[in-house]
């Protein structure tokens, strides 16, 4: 972790003592207040390039602001907004301004021109925070290969199906018909790209709820009491503790080795990101369950906190590529691309980087 990353979380945290996020569930909003202190501070282009109004930082001191809110539990528009959509439109020189954005891959789109206008067609499932956002940032394919569009949410022809996720954040599909982009421009990074930087950021969030769940279930452990003593004092209640302690500190090392990776070698991160996004995944739902189980009924109240983050575990273990489809990405290197079964354990570099490849 860069110094500029510790002294980020340190200002995050402050922030949320002085405003903290509601953590009931579902929500009935994201958190208007943290949001608007987190864009007031500029923490949303942290790794934007400065051309584009960011400050130019790195990737990882992006994904510590994300981790600390959520790890916290405040719902905001930040991995959407600052991880996704502010680096798409970062990455051609164009600023989101004081606008709120969410980012949408548009499936079998149609872009056409019409005078000086782009239009575009098409459908982009499972969009995060569409509802609550100003301009959708949009990854689609042009005459000329990959395009970034930006395009209002309320502009006409863009149809929001409503749906909300397991944590009450708005996530549904969105349908384009002849939309007309504000700006458009080609885009030196392509879907899997997107889908690479996507599944890295949903696999901090990841490890950060694990570890919130595990700080809460240790802490209910030890105050709740039962038959005169403590529970954390039952061996059963210990030993499902320490699996908890277990899987939750195999997250965190997979997140923090897949981040450290997009500081180094081009051609270690794919293999990095993948094998963290098959360990989040995969271990996700057990730290859930065991949180529920040791909280008993109490946990699945709306009120307790603990079901924000559980609701998280469950809902972004699929986003971007799930456990499986990652791992068979990691089969694909070895049993297609020749890749050494031991290289890509020890994360050794498969292959060498391209030059001009586009980087997270």
């Not at 959407?80 to 004081?98: N, T």
């Not at 320490?242 to 981040?259: G, I, K, P, W, Y």
Request: glycine share 10%; aromatic share 6%; hydrophobic share 45%.
């Amino acid at each position: 972790m860069t110094d500029l990353a510790a002294d980020l979380q340190a200002t995050i945290a402050a922030m949320l003592l002085r405003i903290p996020a509601d953590t009931q569930t579902p929500v009935a909003a994201p958190d208007a207040a943290v949001w608007a202190a987190v864009v007031e501070a500029g923490f949303t282009g942290v790794d934007v390039p400065e051309d584009a109004g960011g400050h130019g930082g790195e990737l990882g001191d992006a994904l510590a602001v994300l981790e600390t809110l959520t790890e916290a539990g405040a719902v905001t528009p930040y991995l959407e907004h600052a991880l996704l959509a502010s680096w798409l439109a970062g990455g051609v020189g164009h600023p989101l301004g004081d606008s709120t954005a969410t980012v949408a891959v548009i499936d079998d789109a149609g872009v056409r021109t019409d005078g000086d206008r782009i239009l575009v067609s098409g459908t982009a499932t499972g969009v995060a925070h569409a509802d609550g956002s100003d301009v959708i940032v949009a990854l689609t394919t042009g005459p000329d290969g990959p395009l970034v569009a930006v395009i209002a949410r309320d502009a006409a022809g863009v149809e929001i199906e409503p749906g909300t996720d397991l944590q009450g954040v708005s996530y549904g599909d969105i349908v384009f018909r002849d939309a007309a982009a504000t700006f458009s421009a080609p885009s030196p990074v392509g879907v899997e790209d997107l889908r690479r930087r996507g599944a890295l950021a949903y696999t901090v969030a990841l490890a950060a709820a694990a570890r919130a769940v595990r700080e809460h279930t240790v802490r209910y452990a030890s105050e709740r009491t039962q038959f005169g003593r403590p529970l954390a004092k039952f061996q059963a209640i210990q030993q499902r503790l320490a699996e908890m302690a277990a899987q939750t500190t195999l997250m965190e090392t997979a997140a923090r080795a897949a981040v450290e990776s997009t500081s180094g070698d081009p051609a270690r991160v794919h293999t990095a990101v993948a094998a963290a996004k098959v360990v989040t995944s995969r271990y996700a739902t057990e730290v859930a369950s065991a949180g529920y189980q040791i909280h008993g009924a109490i946990g699945f109240t709306s009120e307790h906190s603990l079901g924000r983050f559980t609701t998280g575990l469950w809902t972004w273990s699929d986003r971007y590529g799930t456990g499986q489809d990652w791992a068979e990405s990691l089969a694909r290197e070895i049993l297609d691309d020749g890749a050494d079964p031991w290289d890509v354990i020890a994360g050794h570099t498969l292959h060498p980087p391209t030059p001009g490849a586009p980087f997270l």
